[in-house]
């Protein structure tokens, strides 16, 4: 069964270093997004993709926080610099393209098993 | 903008006993509605969702969920769990129309705990 990819699935770093995660589609889905769960809440949309293209980030916090989806395939988060309270579970998720016409289009969305961030 | 409310951040059922997880959504349309389970330090399983028809929904590993517009509900059953339910547990609506995403709005989650 096709699954979203992510990496790392764990990371450790200290305050004001860089890092980045990693998420990989399930193929033919154009729709990707990035969600972070912070423990004990639910997700919280950071950014969305249609293809290679932002829909939404209104949530991303910019001054820090990056997004890429340069093919329309995979995807990098990035976090520069990193603050304790990014410590937070980074979800990727994908779909078919909403309102994209066929009975295959449910508008579900299929997770990753998510990058831990810890920031120490 | 959409919401959505998740009552209860605990609940604890005995084992073999029913459950329903309760959700109410804030949405200017017709929404869409799902559920998702966690486990711990994994990702999101769909459970159910619902988007139009039957207002009772059948989904994975037993679960239901009923949708009433007039209460803005859309709760989750369960007519005898099981140990392996323990988990976290989503409702989230969706689309998103304000600003023409349709990213899916998650509530706040309720962990579900088995007694033997």
């Known amino acids: 069964e096709a699954e979203v990819a992510q990496s790392p699935r764990y990371k450790i770093t200290e305050k004001s270093q860089a890092v980045a995660f990693w998420c990989d589609p399930i193929?033919?889905?154009?729709?990707l997004y990035w969600y972070r769960q912070i423990l004990g809440q639910g997700p919280e949309l950071l950014v969305q993709f249609q293809d290679e293209s932002v829909v939404d980030d209104s949530q991303l916090p910019k001054d820090r926080f990056s997004a890429e989806r340069l093919k329309g395939v995979d995807s990098t988060l990035k976090i520069q610099p990193a603050e304790l309270g990014d410590s937070a579970m980074y979800l990727c998720a994908s779909s078919l393209a909403f309102g994209l016409a066929g009975a295959m289009n449910t508008g579900e969305l299929f997770f990753g098993e998510g990058s831990r961030l810890t920031v120490l | 903008a959409q919401s959505v409310t998740q009552p209860d951040i605990h609940i604890t059922v005995s084992e073999g006993a029913s459950l329903e997880l309760r959700c109410n959504y804030s949405?200017?349309?017709?929404?869409?509605l799902f559920w998702y389970v966690q486990s711990p330090g994994q990702g999101l399983q769909l459970l159910l969702k619902y988007f139009s028809g039957d207002t009772l929904v059948q989904g994975i590993k037993g679960f239901e969920a009923e949708f009433k517009r007039s209460q803005s509900s859309f709760n989750l059953r369960k007519p005898s769990v099981h140990w392996s339910d323990a988990a976290e547990y989503f409702c989230a609506v969706g689309p998103y129309s304000g600003g023409g995403a349709d990213g899916l709005t998650f509530g706040k989650g309720t962990h579900l705990i088995i007694q033997p």
């Open positions: 949405y200017g349309a017709t929404p869409y």
């Open positions: 193929s033919g889905h154009a729709t």
